[in-house]
């Protein structure tokens, strides 16, 4: 097990570190000068090199990523060029929209996805069956952003139920900004539960197929007993991987509902950061994005290595 989780954290380091090289070398070291980006194409040569001395882009390569990759694990991070404020401030204010509305739309893709496809399972090549199919085809073909657009024009401008749009904060109205993340994140969370539907049926059809199910079911329990005691907690493992994976896909939705919905989170801020050319802002929030993925995806592959031993036995 300890070599397991060695392995684990060593491939997750080298991994970021790989993808902070891979962002720097786009960002920075590839032909164009980012501080003549930034101040257009009407700024002097003195204003461009000022701003080259102030982003540190007048030092080697070398030194510039080795400076950055410490500042984003300690923290400091720099200044904003567009805000002219700490960009670790500027992220930790941005958190507080982006990882409720990602951990609502996780839970909620969870919970539709796993019931949905186990009720499928349970009653397969039924007529339930085959309208939660063709739902989830739906849901897989339907882009999340006009989903969201969708939900807007029904439940907010139709129905009043739900705000259409913007983020009045937690301090000053906790109940209505939790409202005003609902539609984002079921607009978020369709695509996923439609995935994870198909996925948990199809896992769970071959774990109902198998011996200790008929043993279960001679024993005695019912077919709705089997299910819960015994097959769904099986046929969840492969569920686990699918989920860390979409986490990745609901990160990417953000940063598109977030605007469709006009909330203050990162997906926002990263698309003003791009709008402004705010170098420093861009680097650190792409690499958040995508240790946060990475990050993510290494949980859950240890959680599947415990709870299948198997796979500590096979990889180590």
């Known amino acids: ?38 101040m257009g194409v009407s700024a002097t040569p003195e204003s461009v090199a ?41 992220i930790a204010e941005r958190l507080a929209v982006t990882v409720p509305l990602s951990l609502l739309a996780l839970g909620l893709s969870l919970v539709l996805g796993v019931t949905l496809g186990t009720w499928a399972a349970a009653h397969a090549h039924r007529r339930s069956d085959l309208v939660i ?26 129905l009043g139920w739900f705000p259409a749009g913007g983020f009045p904060g937690w301090a000053a109205d906790p109940s209505l900004s939790a409202r005003a993340l609902l539609l984002p994140a079921f607009a978020l969370a369709m695509p996923q539960a ?14 109902l197929s198998e011996d200790y199910i008929r043993t279960a079911r001679a024993k005695g329990l019912s077919r709705g ?26 990160l990417a939705g953000t940063i598109v509902l977030e605007n469709v919905f006009a909330l203050p989170g990162l997906g926002r801020l990263l698309i003003q950061a791009i709008g402004g050319h ?39």
Do not use: C
């Not at 080795?66 to 200044?79: H, I, P, Q, R, V």
């Open 278 to 316: 705010d170098l420093i802002l861009i680097k650190s929030l792409v690499l958040f994005y995508v240790a946060t993925a990475i990050i993510v995806n290494a949980i859950v592959d240890l959680a599947y290595g415990i709870a299948d031993p198997r796979l500590r036995v096979g990889r180590t």
């Open 225 to 250: 007993q089997t299910i819960r005691r015994h097959a769904l907690r099986n046929a969840l493992i492969p569920v686990l991987t699918i989920l860390g994976l979409q986490f990745s896909f609901l």
């Open 50 to 90: 000022a701003l080259r001395a102030e982003l540190g882009l007048d030092g080697p390569a070398a030194t510039r990523f080795l400076d950055w990759l410490a500042g984003f694990f300690t923290g400091n991070l720099g200044l904003s060029y567009t805000y002219r404020v700490a960009v670790g401030g500027l």
């Open 133 to 158: 199919m063709g739902l989830t085809q739906l849901g897989l073909a339907i882009p999340n952003f006009w989903f969201g657009i969708l939900l807007v024009l029904v439940f907010a401008i139709g």
């Open 194 to 207: 439609a995935s994870l539907a198909r996925i948990t049926r199809s896992t769970m059809l071959e774990t």
């Open 1 to 38: 097990m300890a070599l397991f989780l060695i392995k684990r954290l060593a491939g997750l380091v080298l991994t970021l570190l790989v993808a902070a090289l891979v962002i720097f070398l786009v960002l920075e070291v590839l032909p164009g000068d980012p501080a003549a980006m930034m």
